[in-house]
């Protein structure tokens, strides 16, 4: 029973250390587990699906803290590279998940520099990984013994950004060795040109393609289409000549998704009727069957009560900045007036961190145990109830013109008429990843509130669902290894840690 670590003693709500998280049992795949989920995650049952499994255990889990990581990649003797994008390091981690080199640091001077700005990892083919650096527009080569052997460019620049962005999902290699990610669609030029002298905004695309770049010889085919959640903005003009952008928020977007499987087959994950479409090397087409998903229908009530929902939401946040946004132009402008009228919304507080000599706006007076601004040459001290005596504030060099007073700017909401008629399966952002044993992971919403972290639905390379399996609160997921090896990080007092799962 030792070697394993109980995740769901590991919470990252609970300050505890990651060596004393020792001993759990393993989770197994046996009927009698099976039914034990099914009884205590009654709630989480679809017909036709498995019955939903939670991961509590782990054989190892990492002691130095991470700021945070957004990709692993298991090497052929079990090490592991692990990018921790926020502070801009790549890791080589032993078996245990001990840190035992740094691959790439986050200082400039020295050779190996990771680079201004967050990379990723790509699994290339031979075991070898691509690091992609968006800020240089170069692709790192690291063989299987997690050394650097070559630099080459990213074939296209215009598409650095893209490559390391997860919100568009995780780019792969396919069975012929192209790299495949996702592309915008760009929007079309109007029939009818505009007047003279007024400016075309174009819409944004509610689609996007899927593409594959044979590096070598820097050719682009496409492979796919993906629908994109419809999106709008709303442009008005200023009464000095500019343009004013405000977005309008679609509170139900329906998507696809999509990733290239451990085989080299780029699966597009279908949100209106939740199935898989594969395309395969030599261009063929493959569906899969409707995975089960409980389906929740949306009548015009509901849609409305949706956009009024987020309406409010969006009316109580907008008030809450505009309030901030203007007492700090007031005290930071030659204490200037109020304008008549102005109020501060019901309930709010100004956060911490402002100076004591600012002028509040009527009826608005500082909180009981308010942390002020550090006045000049105050240095920062713990109190006896773990808080800070003040807060540092950046330098404010005075002068220079004075700006327009801020103004209340509320984004719309997509209209209840232009939601779809039932829940999608699936939000928006790089949901769907493929592990090394040739499965799909798909981030599901749950139609139903389910205690505990998020649930994935895990597909074969058929289509079929064959697993349901919920990561404890608090942890998401990072990646893969072979056999059923997957990778979560957890968050606690010390920073991120990440923990390694075999799955059975």
Not at 46 to 56: E, F, H, K, L, T
Not at 105 to 126: F, K, Q, W
Not at 336 to 341: L, S, T
Not at 476 to 484: K, M, P, S, Y
Request: net charge positive; glycine share 8%.
């Amino acid at each position: 029973m030792s070697g394993r670590t109980d995740l769901r003693a590991a919470r990252p709500r609970r300050c505890m250390r990651p060596s004393r998280l020792l001993l759990v049992a393993a989770v197994t795949a046996t009927p009698a587990l099976a039914q034990q989920d099914t009884a205590a995650r009654a709630d989480g049952r679809v017909a036709g699906a498995p019955p939903v499994r939670q991961i509590s255990t782990a054989s190892a889990i990492s002691t130095e803290p991470l700021g945070g990581a957004n990709s692993v990649r298991e090497l052929p003797d079990g090490r592991v590279l692990v990018n921790d994008a926020q502070r801009r390091r790549l890791l080589l981690m032993d078996t245990t998940l001990a840190v035992v080199d740094v691959v790439l640091d986050s200082l400039s001077e020295v050779a190996n520099s990771y680079g201004m700005r967050p990379g990723t990892l790509i699994a290339a083919r031979g075991d070898s990984t691509l690091f992609v650096d968006p800020a240089s527009y170069t692709m790192l080569v690291i063989d299987p013994a997690a050394k650097l052997v070559r630099v080459r460019a990213i074939p296209r620049m215009q598409d650095a950004y893209i490559l390391a962005n997860a919100n568009w999902g995780h780019p792969g290699i396919d069975a012929r060795g192209r790299l495949v990610y996702r592309r915008p669609a760009q929007p079309a030029r109007p029939t009818v040109a505009p007047p003279p002298g007024v400016p075309w905004f174009p819409q944004e695309p509610d689609s996007a393609f899927i593409v594959a770049m044979d590096i070598e010889a820097r050719k682009l085919d496409t492979l796919g289409v993906l629908r994109i959640p419809k999106s709008s903005s709303r442009i008005t003009r200023t009464p000095t000549g500019g343009w004013n952008f405000s977005s309008v928020t679609n509170p139900l977007p329906l998507t696809d998704d999509w990733a290239v499987t451990s085989e080299g087959v780029v699966a597009f994950v279908r949100g209106r009727d939740y199935r898989i479409e594969y395309r395969t090397a030599d261009g063929r087409w493959r569906s899969g069957p409707k995975l089960p998903y409980d389906w929740q229908r949306l009548f015009d009530d509901d849609k409305q009560r949706i956009v009024d929902s987020v309406q409010a939401i969006q009316r109580r946040t907008a008030e809450r900045n505009y309030a901030i946004e203007m007492i700090r132009w007031v005290n930071r402008y030659g204490k200037k007036e109020y304008p008549k009228g102005f109020a501060a919304p019901a309930g709010f507080t100004l956060p911490n961190g402002h100076p004591r000599d600012w002028i509040l706006p009527p009826g608005m007076t500082w909180p009981e145990r308010y942390i002020f601004a550090c006045r000049e040459g105050e240095v920062a001290e713990m109190t006896a109830s773990n808080t800070p005596s003040c807060i540092p504030t950046p330098i404010v060099v005075p002068g220079g013109n004075v700006p327009n007073p801020p103004t209340l700017r509320e984004d719309g909401v997509l209209s209840a008429t232009d939601l779809p008629d039932y829940k999608p399966p699936f939000a928006t952002g790089g949901v769907v990843r493929a592990d090394l044993d040739g499965h799909l992971w798909i981030r599901t919403i749950q139609p139903k509130p389910v205690p505990g972290g998020p649930i994935y639905d895990v597909v074969d390379a058929q289509g079929a669902m064959v697993d349901r399996l919920q990561l404890p609160q608090g942890y998401t997921l990072v990646g893969f290894g072979r056999d059923r090896v997957v990778f979560l990080q957890m968050r606690d007092a010390k920073g991120v840690h990440l923990a390694r799962v075999r799955l059975r």
